[in-house]
């Protein structure tokens, strides 16, 4: 299982950016896909996830309101549209798939409910 995120890069606050990660793999399968995001010196933290089926969301608190994650299950590809951008939002992006399944998608918010992790992509907010 392979997850390719894109889509990252320098913007202005305020502005805009949208991530795409792809899934592939033949014997891809999971229920949920969440982004992560880690600035620079802290932590991974939880940002967004969404399941497959359905297209139930959750977000974290900071970027509510602020993010939207998508997913188109034909192109096996989840998306995060990121909107009034904000120089804390200054992070490496990660997308991740689990294949596990919790009732609430609050248990999403945790790292270890992950099983593949894409490489990351960088998105810088300026000032």
């Known amino acids: 299982v392979q997850l390719q995120a894109s889509g990252g890069g320098l913007v202005q606050a305020g502005g805009s950016l949208r991530l795409s990660c792809a899934a592939s793999?033949?014997?891809?399968?999971?229920?949920?896909m969440g982004w992560f995001r880690q600035a620079p010196g802290k932590e991974r933290e939880f940002a967004a996830t969404?399941?497959?089926?359905?297209?139930?969301?959750y977000y974290a608190d900071p970027v509510k309101g602020r993010f939207t994650i998508s997913r188109d299950n034909a192109k096996n590809t989840v998306y995060l549209q990121m909107n009034s951008l904000k120089p804390e939002d200054t992070a490496v992006y990660y997308c991740?798939?689990?294949?596990?399944?919790?009732?609430?998608?609050?248990?999403?918010?945790?790292?270890?409910?992950?099983?593949?992790w894409g490489q990351g992509t960088l998105v810088t907010v300026s000032s």
């Open positions: 991740a798939a689990g294949t596990g399944f919790r009732g609430s998608l609050h248990y999403y918010t945790r790292i270890s409910e992950y099983d593949y």
């Open positions: 793999g033949r014997t891809f399968r999971s229920s949920v």
């Open positions: 969404i399941r497959w089926s359905g297209g139930s969301t």
